[in-house]
């Protein structure tokens, strides 16, 4: 029996990465400096994945920026507009993935999107019809020498030609590229061949998905023609169940599979049955996407049979790769002592398999029985089950708005705006000087009136300068939220926050998801002191912001004791209490945001409406008890809603502002089959870049738009919030939109 990982968090307990890579960027640390931190990482990786245990280490789920990324720079599939950008490959790596880098030219990165139902996002390949594929895989071949170095056994991973080529984009049949593709894989094996590799893990995640008759073909077409040498095949997949797929599986000339037994129920028997029997199957038995400690010996019960059946053919791993979960819980030094007995990162994760073998080698189970007792009493605390939430639950009378949307139009008259009003996403930019006031008050170095004080001015200063550029709807900036999920997760009974729980979301971006553990209550008022506070300063309507159920689900580390759905239900109540607490001080604009609606969406197809049925549920919970002079709004910012439609019209927001300028308005076509009936308010220029857009640009924008909503349904906004941007250019995009807008308003 072995013990593996399918890849490791890289961006380092102390987040180095995150740290190394600013510092490069801003010209702080050289090349050399840079390189060697990431070195430090993957030693450090894998000296404490073997410390915990684990005997096959993986070499290559390392990488600079993104590991889709990596994989375009091991087939040479470089962008054609920087195809001769010549300045050095590591600028030339981070400029196609953030357009910028300390040398070189400054072209468009390319696309991020999400991987899988992740929150991680990987740089989407361009590939087109002449491409040229040149492989270079020196950078891997690099750390396999350096784990060998240190005494280590490598098991090098890539992405698979099947996957790497469905997340890819191309405008045309993607299948007809496979044979190039594989002409660059098989140059990839050879090399690897040379250079002594034993095991290959080769992951093809879209084996969960339910993959068409041409996708399958193409699987068995690429498999069967790629010429291994002595390299052994683990072909791995993750974030859902293959049950649909294992003939298609036993059919490819294989040496061993991986599988999730954990995101999904997996029939492992069924696997053991109809997998040829010389090869290996790891099982991936230990939740590689979420924190909670497992419960051993309820694993242990189910592994026994298993590995008497399969023998010296059974490995162990987390269910995917640890990149999801944060690196080490010994970290974690202020968290109550309960809940960090509950938890398992990704150090903890390792050491869990390695208590599981020796409990199935020897059939001694104490230890893991000992291990497991925490969990146990997680499942029978006092926090998992709060009497008086769930009967409040099964008793809710008001589960969505009383009046259509229409009577609510009509009553929401009373706010005066004009024709196609303005406003914006929420927050306003997150400057230096309100980080610092956040931070101090965090350090216990300013008092809780010195800090109500100094962000009240800030949100004073934010409501003046929108009273100066003219918008219509105003909103407080969110000066007080460092995150939209975490500042809502600090008022929640159930839920806790980490110090260093941080997960990679995109390059040297990272996240630290709340965890839920319990039943999750609201437990006082969280956002009116600063809303009433807002309005109290202007006659304008100030729209109150809260972050959506469904989003603070997805962006959090859910309990797995109770479905989601319950537990976007608990969440979907407290917001609603909110909102309740929102209109008894005044305010009659509130949006709830929902980012997150889409990647929640399941790995498989036939699995989208039950989930949406939920989702959608929630988010009309959570509104249900605005009157209908109160307008709610929400927001999502994503450009892909197509398959969605249905869905997002049935949230019934009065309002709905989603991101559309970076496809040029295009996501409306959609509309032009199916009417969006309610207001909705398209993004009319990109936050994502410091670009200010001109009013002319604009209003064409606001034209196309008019083709498919009618004037009285229109708003006018940005894409998404402004945190990220600089008050300059945030003032002069502004206010080139109201131009737009007021100039429209006469030609109508
Ligand atoms: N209200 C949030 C903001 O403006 C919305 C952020 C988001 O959509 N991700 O920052
Ligand atoms: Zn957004």
């Given amino acids: 029996m072995k013990l593996h990982t399918l890849g490791f968090p890289r961006i380092g307990a102390k987040r180095e990465l995150k740290l190394a890579l600013?510092?490069?960027?801003?010209?702080?640390?050289?090349?050399?400096?840079?390189?060697?931190?990431?070195?430090?990482?993957?030693?450090?990786?894998?000296?404490a994945q073997q410390q915990a245990g684990i005997e096959l280490l993986p070499v290559g789920d390392f990488a600079n920026y993104d590991h889709v990324l990596s994989t375009s720079l091991y087939l040479g599939i470089i962008p054609e507009r920087f195809a001769h950008d010549n300045s050095d490959p590591l600028d030339l790596e981070f400029r196609i993935a953030r357009g910028r880098a300390p040398t070189g030219c400054a072209c468009a990165a390319s696309d991020m999107t999400k991987w899988f139902n992740t929150n991680y996002h990987y740089i989407v390949p361009e590939l087109s019809q002449d491409m040229d594929i040149q492989v270079d895989i020196q950078p891997l071949l690099t750390q396999i020498d350096e784990a060998r170095q240190s005494g280590h056994e490598a098991k090098p991973v890539i992405l698979g030609p099947l996957s790497y080529l469905y997340l890819s984009a191309f405008e045309g049949d993607k299948l007809q590229l496979l044979p190039q593709l594989l002409a660059g894989y098989q140059q990839i094996f050879d090399k690897l061949n040379q250079a002594r590799v034993s095991w290959l893990q080769i992951d093809e995640p879209i084996l969960g998905l339910e993959l068409d008759e041409n996708w399958q073909a193409a699987f068995r077409q690429a498999y069967g023609e790629l010429r291994q040498g002595s390299l052994k095949l683990l072909l791995t997949s993750y974030f859902a169940s293959v049950d649909h797929h294992l003939d298609l599986?036993?059919?490819?000339?294989?040496?061993?599979?991986?599988?999730?037994?954990?995101?999904?129920?997996?029939?492992?028997?069924?696997?053991?049955?109809?997998?040829?029997?010389?090869?290996?199957?790891?099982?991936?038995?230990?939740?590689?996407?979420n924190i909670w400690k497992t419960d051993l010996s309820a694993l242990y019960e189910k592994l026994e049979p298993v590995y008497a059946q399969l023998n010296g053919r059974t490995w162990l791993a987390p269910s995917c790769s640890l990149l999801h979960c944060p690196v080490d819980l010994e970290q974690e030094n202020t968290l109550d002592p309960q809940v960090k007995g509950w938890l398992a990162f990704a150090s903890q994760k390792c050491h869990e398999l390695s208590l599981l073998k020796d409990a199935l080698l020897s059939g001694d189970t104490a230890a893991i029985e000992q291990y497991s007792a925490p969990v146990k009493a997680r499942l029978t605390s006092r926090e998992a089950v709060n009497k008086s939430l769930r009967d409040r639950l099964d008793n809710l009378k008001q589960v969505e708005r009383s009046e259509p949307y229409p009577v609510r139009k009509q009553q929401q008259q009373a706010l005066?705006?004009?024709?196609?009003?303005?406003?914006?996403?929420?927050?306003?930019?997150?400057?230096?000087?309100?980080?610092?006031?956040?931070?101090?008050y965090k350090r216990r170095e300013s008092t809780l009136e010195q800090y109500t004080r100094a962000m009240q001015q800030q949100i004073q200063d934010c409501i003046s300068r929108q009273e100066e550029i003219g918008l219509d709807v105003l909103v407080h900036g969110e000066p007080e939220r460092n995150d939209m999920v975490e500042y809502f997760a600090e008022f929640l009974d159930g839920v806790t926050s980490t110090r260093f729980g941080w997960v990679q979301s995109y390059g040297s971006r990272c996240v630290k998801p709340p965890v839920i553990y319990g039943d999750v209550r609201r437990t006082r008022?969280?956002?009116?002191?600063?809303?009433?506070?807002?309005?109290?300063?202007?006659?304008?309507?100030?729209?109150?912001?809260?972050?959506?159920?469904?989003?603070?689900?997805?962006?959090?580390?859910?309990?797995?004791?109770?479905?989601?759905?319950q537990v976007a239900r608990q969440i979907a109540l407290a917001v609603s209490d909110e909102v309740e607490d929102l209109i008894r001080s005044g305010i009659k604009i509130i949006q709830i945001d929902e980012p997150a609606i889409r990647e929640g969406m399941p790995i498989k197809q036939s699995q989208w409406q039950e989930y949406l049925n939920w989702a959608v549920a929630s988010f009309r919970l959570a509104s249900a008890r605005a009157p209908a002079p109160v307008q709610i709004h929400s927001h999502m910012c994503y450009s892909e809603f197509n398959d969605i439609l249905d869905a997002i019209i049935a949230l019934d927001a009065d309002v709905l502002t989603v991101e559309t300028s970076r496809s040029n308005m295009v996501l409306l076509d959609a509309f032009k089959h199916k009417a969006y009936p309610n207001d909705i308010g398209p993004g009319v220029y990109d936050i994502h870049s410091p670009n200010v857009p001109d009013s002319g640009w604009i209003t064409n924008l606001l034209k196309k738009a008019l083709e498919v909503v009618p004037a009285e349904r229109l708003w006018i906004n940005p894409d998404c919030g402004l945190k990220t941007r600089g008050w300059e250019?945030?003032?002069?995009?502004?206010?080139?939109?109201?131009?737009?807008?007021?100039?429209?308003?006469?030609?109508l």
């Fill in 416 to 440: 005066g705006l004009p024709l196609l009003p303005t406003t914006t996403i929420g927050s306003f930019p997150q400057t230096a000087e309100i980080r610092q006031i956040r931070a101090a």
């Fill in 525 to 565: 008022a969280m956002t009116t002191d600063w809303l009433s506070y807002a309005q109290s300063l202007t006659d304008k309507p100030v729209k109150g912001m809260l972050t959506g159920p469904v989003t603070i689900l997805c962006w959090s580390f859910v309990r797995d004791d109770l479905s989601r759905d």
């Fill in 249 to 289: 599986i036993a059919s490819l000339p294989l040496h061993g599979v991986h599988l999730d037994c954990v995101a999904e129920p997996t029939d492992i028997q069924l696997a053991i049955d109809l997998l040829p029997r010389h090869w290996v199957v790891s099982l991936g038995v230990i939740d590689g996407r």
């Fill in 22 to 47: 600013e510092d490069y960027w801003q010209g702080n640390i050289n090349k050399t400096q840079f390189l060697q931190t990431t070195a430090d990482i993957r030693q450090k990786n894998w000296s």
């Fill in 729 to 747: 250019e945030t003032r002069a995009s502004l206010e080139n939109m109201i131009d737009a807008a007021r100039q429209l308003r006469k030609e």
